[in-house]
């Protein structure tokens, strides 16, 4: 059975800073593209951020140089790093997995609120 557990979301200030994590279990880690997406209330999810199994990422415009995705596949664990937070930010965060497209095994979710 797959599995990706989120955690690290919360209540932030704008212009700081969290670490996302997602826990993977139920694949073979080291050979899945991975991914972070976010949802918005009222908008569609979008793809944030996405490595591969090589390690290389791919950012969406509106977070390239304050977010940042790694991977430990001695930990089964994808990170997102993000910083300097905007209000415009908050939503659902959701890491991803598959083995073309980060897409075919989802987490339950992460809320991130950016407010002061």
């Known amino acids: 059975q797959v599995q990706l557990v989120e955690s690290g979301g919360g209540l932030v200030q704008p212009g700081g800073s969290l670490t996302l994590s997602c826990a993977a279990s139920g694949i073979h880690f080291r050979v899945y593209e991975l991914g972070w997406y976010r949802q918005a209330p009222g908008k569609q999810r979008e793809l944030v951020a996405s490595?591969?199994?090589?390690?290389?990422?791919n950012y969406a415009d509106f977070v390239k140089g304050r977010f940042t995705i790694s991977r430990d596949n001695a930990k089964n664990t994808v990170y997102l790093q993000i910083n300097k937070l905007k209000p415009e930010d908050t939503a659902v965060y959701y890491c991803s997995a598959g083995l073309l497209t980060p897409d075919n095994y989802w987490g339950q979710g992460t809320q991130v609120t950016v407010s002061s």
């Open positions: 490595i591969t199994k090589a390690t290389d990422t």
